[in-house]
C-alpha cells in the first residue's frame, strides 16, 4: 500500500513541476531579463530596444512587440543610482583628500563631474534593469495572460 502510495506522490509531485515548468511565466529568467534591460534591450527577445529617449520606456518592443508599458520603475532608478554613486564617490573623495589634500575648488569639480558623468551613464542602465527584472517576475501586469 504504501509503494502505491509512494508512486502516486512521485507522479503527482512531477506532473506540478512539469504544469510548472511549462508554463509561460516560470520561462521567464530573471538575471538575463535584468541584465538585457541594463543593457537597453528588450528583457524578452534581447534585440530591440527597450528606451525610446533617455528615459522614455517604449510602449512595446519593435522586434517582438512584447507590450513593455505595464513598468512600474518610478523612482527606483534613481535611488539605485544614488546608492551607487554615493558608495563609490564618497570613500573615493576621502581617499584623495587624505592622499594629496587638493585645493578644495579642484577637489569640488572633479567630483561634481564625477558624480554628474556616472549618474548620467547609470541611471537608464538602471531602468532598463528595473524594467527587466518586474517583466521576469510577472509584476505589474507583465504576467503572462491565464
Known sequence: MSDLSDTSLHDGAESASVAASTSPAAERDTWPAVWRGYRGRCPKCGSGPVLRGYLKVRDHCPVCREELHHH???DGPAYLTILIVGHIMAPGLLWVF???????LILMTIFLVGCIGLSLYLLPRLKGAIVGFQWARGMHGFAAPR
Do not use: I, K, L
Open 72 to 74: 512600474r520603475a518610478d
Open 98 to 104: 587624505t592622499t594629496w589634500r587638493p585645493e578644495p
